[in-house]
């Protein structure tokens, strides 16, 4: 069964960056898609960044140019750079692998989040 652990979530200033990690157990990524996603309080959870199993990248506007998802199949990872953080970015972030090698949408299986606080 697979499961998928993130981390680097934290604390950090307006204009900062954090690295999320997306480590997964018990079966291999490289044949999904892995998407990023997150949800504030009171909001509905949005997409954030897809990227597929050949390495296509898509991003949601509010994050294009700030944020960068990328993958290490050796590692059995995802990753989620975020730099220019703004305080609109406070949210929990998910990473979910998707159901097939192109498509993030409605992801068979989620991690339990991490916690990131932009704040001064």
């Known amino acids: 069964q697979l499961q998928l652990v993130e981390s680097g979530g934290g604390l950090v200033q307006p204009g900062g960056s954090l690295r999320l990690s997306c480590a997964a157990s018990g079966a291999t990524l490289d044949a999904y898609a892995i998407g990023w996603f997150r949800q504030a309080p009171g909001k509905e959870r949005e997409r954030v960044s897809c990227?597929?199993?050949?390495?296509?990248?898509t991003y949601a506007d509010f994050v294009k140019g700030r944020f960068t998802i990328f993958r290490n199949n050796n590692e059995n990872t995802a990753y989620l750079q975020m730099n220019s953080l703004k305080p609109e970015d406070t949210a929990v972030y998910y990473c979910g692998r998707g159901r097939n090698f192109l498509s993030c949408a409605t992801p068979a299986y989620w991690g339990q989040g991490t916690q990131v606080t932009v704040s001064s």
């Open positions: 990227i597929t199993s050949g390495g296509v990248t």
